[in-house]
């Protein structure tokens, strides 16, 4: 069924409700402090998560919200039998934020029974929103203007891999020298996602440890541009599935037919989603 104009709409609304209060506070000297993970959460991710759980709770009052700056409200057993909810990072990109860089995002998605079938991400420093519904198509939006994005296929060597600019571990080193002849560029975020559903990358390899949060919107986003985003087992990633809020290891691919099996040893190939 073809996702409500009204509900497109009013996310993408709160996306820039959201990225606004995180743009309001990024100048100031922020009191930062650190969660139970040891992840830093700032002023702006506070804000953001406020502005997105209210304004879900207005658009849409049956189906539940689940963000990183509020798990700990949620119990595993709630969310569990949850078939429909929102799955929020109201700032990906906390530790580009403090440095200011630009590569941080606003990110949600719509989790229906495991799928991410809708997802929006918003940049608050440039204004750009991209957002898709796999099968539906994925669109790129600036001001006013909107235009289609796919993912570049086939792709072409030299291959353009994204690379966490914060968190390249030894392992997704040693893969990207796998892949043999590729550009590597770095780059924090989910933008990672949005370059890849806009053809402006073609391979996002992580073999260090995300959340759920991080990639949901991304994945929904790239899948409906062409793309795909799979653990290292060749299953598409799929949510609220397990105890844990952590993926696993995951390769994002712009063109599904990239050999990306050959990228990667049989050492990296055990359970993907852990």
């Known amino acids: 069924m073809p996702l409500a104009e009204a509900l497109r709409e009013g996310v993408i609304a709160i996306a820039r409700e959201a990225g606004a209060a995180i743009m309001a506070v990024h100048d100031d000297d922020l ?34 919200v689940l963000s990183e700056e509020a798990t700990h409200a949620v119990t595993l057993e709630e969310r569990r039998a949850w078939s429909r909810y929102w799955l929020v990072d109201p700032l990906d990109g906390t530790r580009e934020f403090l440095k200011r860089n630009g590569e941080f995002t606003v990110n949600i998605a719509l989790i229906d029974d495991g799928v991410a079938v809708f997802g929006v991400i918003q940049s608050p420093v440039s204004g750009a929103i991209w957002h898709g519904v796999p099968g539906q198509g994925a669109f790129r939006r600036d001001g006013d203007a909107e235009r289609a994005i796919a993912t570049r ?22 893969l990207l020298a796998r892949i043999g002849d590729h550009e590597s560029i770095g780059l924090g975020s989910s933008l990672k996602f949005c370059l890849l559903a806009e053809g402006g990358m073609d391979a996002y390899p992580r ?64 359970d993907g989603r852990g």
């Open 153 to 174: 296929r086939p792709a072409t060597t030299p291959l353009r891999v994204a690379a966490s600019r914060s968190h390249l571990d030894p392992r997704t080193a040693a």
């Open 31 to 64: 009191a930062v402090r650190a969660k139970a993970d040891h992840s830093p959460v700032t002023a702006a991710d506070l804000a953001a998560h406020r502005c997105i759980v209210a304004g879900l709770a207005k658009l849409t009052p049956d189906i539940p």
């Open 207 to 270: 073999m260090g440890p995300t959340s759920e949060w991080d990639t949901a919107a991304g994945q929904a986003i790239l899948e409906a541009a062409g793309g795909c985003v799979l653990d290292l087992q060749g299953r598409p990633f799929r949510y609220n599935q397990r105890d844990t809020l952590l993926n696993g290891d995951f390769i994002a691919l712009g063109d599904p037919g990239l050999p990306w099996r050959e990228w990667v040893e049989e050492r990296f190939a055990t």
